[in-house]
């Protein structure tokens, strides 16, 4: 009888044993949720970071490929080109849309999220480029397109001069309607405020491309495509 009861478990025993298998237990839940949480983090900022780098791509094309057209007024020469410190409106090379042919006028700057209204993204606009148009007035009924998702802060700088005989330099802001910069600068920040890799895009496409020339005359005014 001695040795039958020496042989099982304690009531304290089995208490003491169920009490280390649920500590090991939650441990291990603990460790398992942690690395899930860790593996969607990476994953969601991968995702971030590729789509940002996708948006950076297309809009360093659309920069470097600036279209120099001239609005159509009879009494001055002017680009249809404005640089501001925080947005960026030009004429595109590439068309407004897939049915679309021709040049399209197009716009870069933040603006508030459809659905969270305290996240705001980097987004253009892009509408048809009327070669009689005398302004950006029609972006303003433009959809927008998110370019890079969560995004503080956007600033434009131009580097150029009045003509070509000043000595070029950086612009906060281009103020020579009748001349294009040759490089355009843009510095973002991150929705958390840190800083993003600037952008410096020159324009390779020279303003001579905005002019006609005839044996006749030489007149510089928007072209149809």
Known sequence: MRRAAQSGFTLVELVIAMVLLGIMISLMYSGITFSLRSWDAADANGRLVADRRLGENFLRREISEIFPMRWKDPMSVRYAFEGSEHVLR??????????????????????PDADHPKLRNLVMRRALADPDAA???????????????????????????????????????????????????????????????????????????????????????????
């Open 135 to 225: 302004d950006f007035s029609a972006l303003d009924d433009a959809k927008p397109s998110v370019l890079v998702e969560d995004v503080s802060s956007v600033d434009f700088t131009y580097f150029g001069a009045e003509n070509d005989f000043a000595e070029p330099r950086w612009w906060q802001s281009w103020p020579f309607p009748n001349h294009m910069p040759s490089i355009i600068r843009l510095s973002m920040a991150a929705g958390d405020g840190s800083p993003l890799p600037d952008m410096i895009v020159p324009i390779l496409v020279g303003e001579e491309a905005g002019c006609l020339e005839t044996a006749l005359q030489r007149g510089c005014r928007p072209r149809r495509s």
């Open 90 to 111: 030009f004429v595109s090379s590439r068309p407004a849309g897939v049915s679309q042919g021709g040049l399209a006028l197009a716009s870069v700057g933040i603006e």
